[in-house]
């Protein structure tokens, strides 16, 4: 079975703190994403990783930036959190094409 | 701009009858889709999945649609049973980018 780990299940951080959430997978996969899920807007990419030291921009890259310097690890920063950025964080991982796994979710709150 | 869309936001069946889970795109790049399950507190689980060389696939009680020229895939789930109760995405991807882009999701709750 895949295993995708996101490091933590609930955060709270301080506006302007900057934030990492980690993300680990142990199926030796090539792509890595970091989604974000809201009420009515669904699951949006932020930013997405097909190869160790490769990223791409998502469709809401603002504010983010990411780290994948291990094929397991792909590490989501939130370089000043802002109250904005309070939401469910996704991790996933696939292999070249077919079906996503997903971490069980980082709720974040930024206060 | 949104590049696939789930129009209805929610949904209500009756236990044992068809539900219907619709789902539009515009990117006519997409050549694999994908429909997901998600529970509160959990990641989204795999259900099903159809190339863009088909038009049909069935798995137990779920079987998706795809309509090329509509851009357009519809997922059914047959008969409708309460554990059914979730956020339903639906998912595109660009094999040529890697890039793997989902729904506004719908959420299906079965009635007993």
């Known amino acids: 079975d895949v295993k995708v780990t996101q490091s933590s299940r609930y955060l709270v951080k301080r506006t302007g703190e900057k934030v990492f959430l980690e993300c680990v997978q142990d199926?030796?996969?090539?792509?890595m994403f970091w989604y974000r899920q809201d009420p009515g807007l669904g699951l949006r990419l932020i930013y997405f990783?097909?190869?160790?030291?490769?990223?791409e921009k998502g469709d809401i890259p603002e504010g983010y930036s990411v780290s994948r310097e291990k094929k397991e690890r792909f590490s989501l920063i939130l370089e000043s959190a802002s109250t904005n950025q309070t939401s469910m964080y996704l991790c996933?991982?696939?292999?070249?094409?077919?079906?996503?796994?997903f971490g069980q979710g980082t709720r974040l709150t930024v206060v | 701009d949104q590049q696939v869309k789930q129009n209805s936001p929610s949904l209500s069946v009756q236990e044992g009858r068809i539900s219907i889970l619709n789902c539009d795109y515009t990117?006519?790049?997409?050549?694999?889709f994908l429909w997901y399950k998600k529970y509160p507190a959990e990641g989204p689980t795999f259900l099903i999945s159809?190339?863009?060389?088909?038009d049909k696939n069935e798995d137990g009680r779920f079987t998706v649609f795809l309509n090329k020229s509509a851009k357009h895939l519809s997922l059914h789930i047959v008969p409708s049973q309460p554990g059914d109760s979730a956020v339903y995405f639906c998912?595109?991807?660009?094999?040529?980018?890697?890039?793997?882009?989902f729904g506004t999701g719908t959420r299906l709750k079965v009635l007993a």
């Open positions: 990117n006519s790049m997409f050549d694999y």
């Open positions: 159809i190339s863009s060389i088909k």
């Open positions: 996933a991982t696939t292999p070249p094409t077919g079906e996503a796994f």
């Open positions: 990783s097909y190869d160790v030291k490769m990223k």
């Open positions: 199926m030796d996969h090539e792509n």
């Open positions: 998912a595109a991807i660009n094999s040529g980018t890697y890039k793997y882009i």
